[in-house]
């Protein structure tokens, strides 16, 4: 067999020293989307995929990750959500399961990040603002995943090109830039900018290798640089989503009020059916974001209604009543490579980027 060459010295960083991984490459942790097939396929491809395990029970979850080690030798990540009720018990599971990376959506409390770090697990908390950042440097975070308004899902307002550069110079551990990323030369400028990897959840869902329903990919494929919009309508945090039926319906004003509150009851009932959930534990899950996220009662409300809603759309197919999360680089993507197409191209071009750059081609 002939071997498969290295990647060039500039591809070969501390995040992938630290994961083991082939390429500075993250598929981020989508709720729904970030599944055990998803999660290998990037794995295979020299990437560092990542297990969503936020609407996942634990027994789901588990499962997951036995499947992904049925498929891949490669090492992995999972995902959890830091304001979990029972996120010290996943993280027990993630020891058990010799998990080699830990991901966070919000961040855990501290001797939840000490567990997974005394067992050897590489831990990387996604944040938003270099204060964040720092904390997380300060609690001993490996190294942390910094995304910029251009991003989907629940994002800030700085672009990534302002964001990933203070963040760099804030922490001395290594930063993965997420937030418009989707080829070659968007690798080549992070890692101008001093980041050590690229993190993509939009470009990753539209690969062939993703479950998402075959018209719910399409209506990505369909959208401009226009096609996205920020609003805080949908569970009361600033989330950027595609503009589907539901979504101008909330942001014309028409989909709030009562008929909101009845929605996110639901899909509150939903959820709790769904991951098992009891009710005192969805309340002091919901206590504990309104603390760390400085919600009002009535944004606490509305976050119920964030995951059915993109079950609704990422499994279910319904682009008129679902949620998509998107990142504006949505506009820029036409097609739907593997995830070991999609890899071999940005790595491809990133190396004639460089070189053309360092004056070798």
Same mark, same amino acid.
């Given at each position: 067999m002939t071997p498969v060459p290295l990647p060039v010295p500039e591809l070969r960083t501390r995040v992938t020293e630290l994961t083991g991984v082939r390429y500075p490459i993250v598929q981020t942790g989508m709720g729904w989307v970030s599944g055990p097939e998803l999660t290998a396929a990037t794995a295979n491809a020299g990437g560092l995929g990542i297990l969503a395990s936020a609407t996942l029970s634990r027994e789901e979850m588990v499962a997951g990750i036995r499947l992904i080690r049925s498929r891949t030798e490669a090492p992995f990540g999972v995902n959890l959500v830091g304001t979990a009720t029972d996120v010290r018990q996943r /993280? +027990?599971?993630?020891v /058990? +399961?010799?998990v080699p990376v830990a991901s966070f959506a919000l961040a855990p409390k501290q001797d939840v990040f000490r567990l997974l770090k005394d067992a050897g697990i590489v831990v990387i908390p996604s944040i938003g603002a270099r204060r964040h950042a720092e904390k997380m440097a300060a609690w001993g975070a490996d190294a942390v995943l910094v995304q910029g308004g251009e991003g989907g899902g629940h994002t800030g307002q700085v672009p990534?090109?302002?964001?990933?550069p203070q963040v760099v110079d804030a922490? +001395?551990?290594p930063v993965i830039a997420a937030g418009g990323f989707f080829d070659g030369r968007g690798l080549v400028a992070a890692l101008a900018y001093g980041a050590e /990897?690229? /993190?993509?959840g939009t470009r990753f869902l539209l690969t062939s290798d993703s479950t998402v329903p075959a018209n719910v990919k399409q209506a990505?494929?369909?959208a401009g640089l226009d096609g996205t919009v920020v609003t805080d309508l949908i569970d009361g945090v600033p989330q950027r989503v595609l503009r589907t039926p539901l979504v101008e319906e909330l942001v014309s004003g028409r989909g709030g009020g009562p008929r909101g509150v009845v929605r996110a009851v639901r899909s509150a009932v939903a959820l709790k059916q769904h991951v098992g959930e009891s009710w005192p534990g969805i309340v002091r899950q919901g206590l504990a974001m309104r603390r760390q996220r400085e919600l009002s009662l009535r944004q606490l409300l509305m976050a119920a209604n964030t995951p059915m809603m993109i079950r609704t759309g990422m499994v279910e197919g319904r682009v008129d009543l679902g949620s998509l999360a998107s990142g504006q680089v949505a506009g820029l993507i036409d097609e739907l490579p593997s995830c070991a197409e999609l890899i071999d191209r940005i790595v491809t071009e990133a190396e004639k980027t460089l070189a053309r750059l360092g004056g070798t081609s």
């Open positions: /993280a +027990e599971l993630l /058990a +399961e010799k990534t090109g302002l964001l990933v922490v +001395e551990i /990897a690229i /993190a993509m990505y494929l369909s």
